[in-house]
């Protein structure tokens, strides 16, 4: 990675504005997430964490598999099997 990109004082910016937005966007998420699950769902406080690991995990193993596949087979199939399968399931 070329590192006089952080130089750029515009690049940075944007940067620190993306990375805060989606460090936003992920706490809200866990939050209200946490909200439902617990207080909707009943789930005690334990089996909410066990929960999130476990949710954790799949996307780490899912994130793998699928850059394995989009390195053996390229990015368009793998796209396509992905929005077709959450088009189905909407």
Excluded: C, W
């Excluded at 009943?42 to 899912?62: I, N």
């Excluded at 793998?78 to 077709?84: D, E, K, M, S, Y």
């Amino acid at each position: 990675m070329p590192f006089h990109i952080f130089r750029v004082r515009t690049g940075r910016g944007r940067e620190r504005r993306r990375s805060l937005f989606s460090a936003r966007s992920i706490f809200a998420n866990f939050f209200l997430l946490t909200l439902y699950v617990q207080d909707v769902l009943g789930y005690s406080a334990l089996k909410t964490g066990v929960t999130f690991v476990a949710t954790a995990g799949t996307a780490v193993v899912a994130a793998g598999v699928a850059q394995a596949l989009t390195t053996r087979f390229g990015p368009k199939p793998i796209i396509a099997i992905g929005l077709a399968h959450y088009s189905r399931r909407g």
